[in-house]
């Protein structure tokens, strides 16, 4: 009796083995019918770097060039561009998944390539990518000004163009950065021309552009999490709680 219950047991667990085997290679199939279908029917279409499996019941999440989603039907007949929303739980999946691909470690940051800003105890921390020719940034810092207890670890970022090199310049050689910094975006006080090493300045745009920080002002929070764009007092605070939950 024990023996017929083992051999049923073995068979069922082979039937799982081979169910499963069964599925991994249909949704391979399924991956290669949708690349191949899309790289023959739109040549100029990105290089797909993944296809998975949507929440969405029988759509398909295509990722290319790193975190750019698009959607597809199981044979590619189909492509979608745009936002997957779940009306249940009323979240923004598209969304989501984007902040997750973008993500960027807090602890793998170059701080060294950047200088601080601290008022309070600076206990809390947020690193901020700038352009001192940026007029959101200008906006930005005044509103930060207004944060306490707080680490600022500015990289600068000269993205706009020469003049945001050399001023980003000024800014990195002068002998009090975070003056200089403040001086340039709070009181239209451009900082004396200097020079120094500024390759610090050249892995910071490196850094941006690997990462796909592709405007001022971008914020990082400790826990990862990626904010484009100025935001205000109240909106800092709020995001430097959620980081610290």
Not at 30 to 58: C, H, S, W, Y
Request: aromatic residues 8%; proline residues 4%.
């Amino acid at each position: 009796m024990h023996s017929d219950f083992f051999q049923l047991l073995r068979r069922a667990l082979c039937c799982l083995i081979c169910l499963t085997c069964s599925f991994s290679a249909l949704a391979q199939g399924q991956e290669v019918l949708i690349r191949k279908n899309l790289q023959e029917r739109i040549p100029q279409f990105p290089k797909i770097d993944e296809v998975t499996k949507a929440a969405m019941p029988g759509l398909y999440e295509i990722r290319v060039d790193g975190t750019e989603i698009y959607y597809t039907d199981a044979e590619g007949n189909f492509l979608i561009q745009g936002q997957l929303i779940d009306t249940r739980s009323r979240r923004n999946l598209t969304e989501e998944r984007i902040e997750k691909l973008t993500a960027i470690d807090f602890q793998s940051l170059p701080l060294k390539d950047a200088f601080t800003i601290v008022r309070g105890n600076g206990k809390r921390k947020l690193a901020v990518f700038e352009d001192p020719n940026c007029g959101y940034c200008k906006r930005f810092e005044r509103d930060l000004q207004k944060v306490d207890n707080i680490t600022v670890y500015l990289f600068l970022y000269p993205i706009l163009g020469q003049d945001s090199v050399d001023k980003s310049r000024n800014i990195w050689c002068a002998k009090d950065r975070a003056k200089a910094w403040q001086d340039a975006m709070l009181r239209e006080q451009p900082a004396a021309s200097a020079q120094c090493d500024t390759s610090a300045l050249q892995r910071n745009v490196e850094l941006g552009r690997k990462h796909k920080i592709n405007g001022t002002p971008t914020l990082i929070t400790t826990d990862g999490n990626r904010v484009p764009g100025a935001i205000n007092t109240a909106q800092i605070e709020k995001l430097l709680a959620d980081a610290s939950r």
